[in-house]
């Protein structure tokens, strides 16, 4: 999963002031045992504008929807997962969440939620797995833009860049690699795009990376 940015800025309102300092533990001794609203941002901006709004939260799952609606309507996305505790399984969706897996994975293989999952494997093994499904489905529908929330997949293997002790350890793994890589050139050598999308919002999410 992607390591969010760090906040170097902290907002905050309760009854007696408001204001924003520039960490945590400074924050926190303001607003403790005292009935307030606080937030981190990156930016002093941000976080200014956040209190002239009101210093108000968002419910979380109205701001993630908001977010994904503003993602590339004709993206393909990827991810993996272990949230069920049932192994890692493999997921490709549309920008909505509509699963998107069975069109590269036989029938009996999918799973109730419409995903693929696999036995014995790794999670960043699944991301990879995922990233070669969403090859093969943007292809067969001449769509031209993937997004995943794997920094390695994505920077690392997908363009063949594997630890050659990982490699020799994992030969299934490096294979994968090797087959992804191949998929990956032939796919940006007709328009294709592989890009990063925040694990936050990636409508791929299954959650509990590890």
């Not at 272990?82 to 969440?97: F, K």
């Not at 995943?148 to 994992?170: C, E, F, M, P, Q």
């Not at 050139?185 to 919002?201: C, K, N, P, T, Y």
Request: aromatic share 8%; hydrophobic share 35%; proline share 3%.
């Amino acid at each position: 999963m992607t390591k969010k940015k760090k906040n170097h800025f902290y907002a905050y309102r309760h009854e007696a002031d408001s204001g924003i300092v520039t960490n945590w533990p400074e924050c926190e001794r303001i607003v403790k045992g005292r009935k307030a609203h606080y937030k981190g941002f990156q930016t002093r901006a941000e976080a200014q504008a956040w209190l002239d709004a009101g210093a108000r939260y968002e419910p979380r799952k109205a701001k993630k929807r908001q977010d994904q609606s503003e993602l590339p309507k004709d993206a393909i996305f990827f991810d993996a997962g272990t949230g069920r505790g049932m192994g890692v399984e493999v997921r490709v969706t549309e920008r909505d969440g509509t699963p998107l897996t069975f069109l590269a994975v036989p029938e009996q293989d999918i799973t109730a939620e419409g995903n693929l999952r696999l036995a014995g494997r790794t999670n960043n093994y699944g991301e990879l797995t995922a990233c070669s499904l969403a090859i093969q489905i943007a292809q067969k529908q001449e769509r031209r833009l993937i997004m995943g929330d794997s920094r390695l997949v994505l920077d690392y293997w997908s363009k063949g860049h594997i630890n050659h002790n990982t490699a020799n350890s994992d030969p299934d793994l490096a294979a994968l690699v090797r087959k992804v890589a191949a998929q990956r050139r032939a796919f940006e050598a007709q328009g294709g795009r592989l890009m990063h999308v925040s694990g936050d919002i990636n409508p791929a999410d299954l959650g509990f990376h590890r």
